[in-house]
């Protein structure tokens, strides 16, 4: 089946330790997004990519970093995390031509100690 | 404008019974409205959406009712069940050709819990 994996589905890292989320997927997409979800909280976007257009949300600190090395990998980096940073990260795909269409992966729960 | 707000934040309804979820949005550019399920532990998943050039559309037990006009949609589920405990996000994007054309606006999000 075609599909979105993230991993891992849960990351505990140390207070300043960086730490690198992973997604990939076999639909093929050519827009991958990055969400932050804390608890009881709707989905934030973080940045995404229109192939390897890198687009960021004016709001999405300079600590969270993202590379795309190809159309099916898309990696999100905390170069520093904080405590507030411990949330589920999900990643998103679409089609270019209907990218209101968001396929989202199972998340990745971070938890910073 | 950019916002989409939500309501109930809870809902609790016995099985077989008909949960209304209610959303409000002020930017008339958005277009594209779906609704999204979210189980603890899972990423959300695409359940129905629904354009402005319609009123309401189906899909199974799920119904968005849209009101242009008022700027209001909503989701109905029918027959409920305990298996549709979950929490739903609705959420708008703008249309096709602009900046933020695929970027959501979510609402706060609704947990919904079917008893038995």
């Known amino acids: 089946d075609a599909m979105v994996i993230q991993n891992p589905r849960y990351q505990v890292t140390q207070f300043g330790k960086p730490v690198t989320l992973s997604c990939s997927q076999t639909?093929?997409?050519?827009?991958m997004y990055w969400y932050q979800q804390k608890s009881s909280q709707a989905p934030k976007l973080l940045f995404h990519?229109?192939?390897?257009?890198?687009?960021n949300e004016a709001d999405t600190p300079d600590n969270f970093q993202s590379r795309r090395p190809n159309t099916s990998f898309c990696f999100l980096d905390i170069r520093s995390p904080g405590l507030g940073d411990a949330a589920m990260y999900l990643c998103?795909?679409?089609?270019?031509?209907?990218?209101?269409?968001?396929?989202f992966g199972p998340g990745t729960r971070l938890t910073v100690l | 404008q950019q916002q989409v707000k939500q309501s109930p934040q809870s809902l609790i309804v016995q099985k077989g019974g008909i949960p209304i979820i209610n959303c409000a949005y002020e930017?008339?550019?958005?277009?594209?409205f779906p609704w999204y399920q979210q189980f603890p532990g899972k990423g959300p998943a695409l359940l129905i959406a629904?354009?402005?050039?319609?009123s309401e559309k189906k899909e199974g037990r799920f119904t968005i009712s849209f009101n242009k006009s008022a700027k209001q949609f909503s989701l109905h589920i029918m027959d409920s069940q305990p298996g549709d405990s979950a929490t739903y996000f609705c959420?708008?994007?703008?249309?096709?050709?602009?900046?933020?054309?695929?970027?959501?606006?979510f609402g706060q999000g609704t947990i919904l819990t079917v008893h038995p």
């Open positions: 930017n008339t550019a958005f277009d594209y």
């Open positions: 990519y229109y192939d390897k257009d890198f687009n």
């Open positions: 639909l093929n997409h050519n827009v």
């Open positions: 629904i354009r402005p050039d319609v």
């Open positions: 998103a795909t679409s089609p270019l031509w209907s990218r209101n269409e968001q396929f």
């Open positions: 959420a708008a994007s703008p249309n096709a050709g602009g900046t933020s054309y695929g970027k959501l606006t």
